[in-house]
Nanobody
Framework: AVDLVESGGGSVQAGGSLRLSCQAS????????MGWYRKTPDNQCEMVAS???????YYSNSLEGRFTISHDSATNTLYLQMNSLKAEDAAVYFC?????????????????????WGQGTQVNVFS
């Protein structure tokens, strides 16, 4: 069974930083891509960042280089370092594992049934 457990969310002042973690079991980068989605209040799911076995990372164009995804193969833990946080970054962030994770934004109901999803961690950004 695949299990993805996120941690590291919370409340931060605009301009601050947070690091999200996702402890994965039952799925590694040899099985496919891992990444982060965020769900906005209007129930849209945006692919924030993804990484594949070759280490190549992809990011949403909306991030302007503020986030960095990484993976520790020794512990099979996925990270998302988020810097210079803005109010619009506030969302529930999900760790996702799937054969392929593609950039884009979709209605969450259209994609939540595909791949493996964690329970999500809330990120709040206040001014």
């Amino acid at each position: 069974a695949v299990d993805l457990v996120e941690s590291g969310g919370g409340s931060v002042q605009a301009g601050g930083s947070l690091r999200l973690s996702c402890q994965a079991s039952g799925f590694t980068l040899r099985d496919g891509d891992m990444g982060w989605y965020r769900k906005t209040p209007d129930n849209q799911c945006e692919m924030v960042a993804s990484i594949g076995e070759d280490g190549r990372a992809y990011y949403s164009n909306s991030l302007e280089g503020r986030f960095t995804i990484s993976h520790d193969s020794a512990t099979n833990t996925l990270y998302l370092q988020m810097n210079s946080l803005k109010a619009e970054d506030a969302a529930v962030y999900f760790c996702v594992a799937d054969h392929t994770i593609s950039p884009g934004t979709w209605p969450c109901g259209a994609i939540e049934g595909f791949g493996y999803w964690g329970q999500g961690t809330q990120v709040n950004v206040f001014s």
